[in-house]
């Protein structure tokens, strides 16, 4: 079983920066992809950010400001967060997935929180 774990969440003002990382248990280049999801209250889960083996996408809503970057040494998965805004407050999720024999198969962390202030 794939263990993926969050860090680096916090508390910061608007336009500020937050790195955070996604620790894996297994070696990052087994998965077809790994990304960034996030959750605020009553909305749907969505997508931040994603880097697989031909590049990388982003949501619209954080192209420019944020940046996904991978490290296989440290099995880490991390996304910088620069200019943050009240509106990107929310739990974020760390996703990999691979390929199953009927379906891609998802692993998901347990999320960190991210409050920015005004």
């Known amino acids: 079983q794939v263990q993926l774990v969050e860090s680096g969440g916090g508390l910061v003002q608007a336009g500020g920066s937050l790195r955070l990382s996604c620790a894996s248990s297994?070696?990052?280049?087994?998965?077809?992809?790994m990304g960034w999801y996030r959750q605020s209250q009553g909305k749907q889960r969505e997508l931040v950010a994603t880097i697989f083996n031909g590049g990388r996408t982003y949501g619209d809503s954080v192209k420019g400001r944020f940046s996904i970057y991978r490290d296989s040494a440290k099995r880490t998965v991390d996304l910088q967060m620069n200019n943050l805004k009240p509106e990107d407050s929310a739990v974020y999720f760390c996703?990999?997935?691979?390929?199953?024999?009927?379906?891609?198969?998802?692993?998901w962390g347990q999320g960190t929180q991210v409050t920015v202030s005004s």
């Open positions: 297994r070696g990052i280049f087994s998965f077809s992809a």
């Open positions: 996703k990999a997935e691979e390929p199953g024999t009927l379906r891609t198969v998802e692993f």
